[in-house]
């Protein structure tokens, strides 16, 4: 028979001693905060991006065309960049409805 003594002890046990760790919810996770300009970096991206497709477009064969576009943001000078085959043309129009849904 279990005195009641030890049900406090139980009680108390469960309370203290036998408990798993939090585990780490919405409310306490570490949020990783973005540049506060980021918005204005993906807009001159996209930008960018766009410059470069409408130049390439003008220059376009029939076998299609490239598109080297630097990569490093502000430090365009870094010498990365990434190159799109164009196979057809696009549209202004269809390069606006992209860049405003970004």
Not at 33 to 59: C, G, H, M, P, Y
Not at 74 to 90: D, F, T, Y
């Amino acid at each position: 028979m279990t005195t009641i003594e030890q049900v406090i002890d139980d009680i108390l046990n469960s309370f203290f001693i036998d408990i798993q760790p939090l585990k780490e919810g919405l409310s306490t996770l570490t949020h990783s905060s973005a540049e506060s300009n980021v918005l204005n970096l993906v807009d001159a991206t996209s930008q960018r991006i766009n410059i470069e497709i409408i130049k390439a477009q003008t220059s376009m064969t029939a076998a299609g065309g490239r598109i080297v576009i630097p990569l490093g943001g502000s430090n365009v000078s870094s010498g990365k960049e990434r190159v799109i085959a164009l196979k057809q043309s696009i549209s202004v129009h269809e390069l606006r409805n992209v860049r405003n849904s970004i």
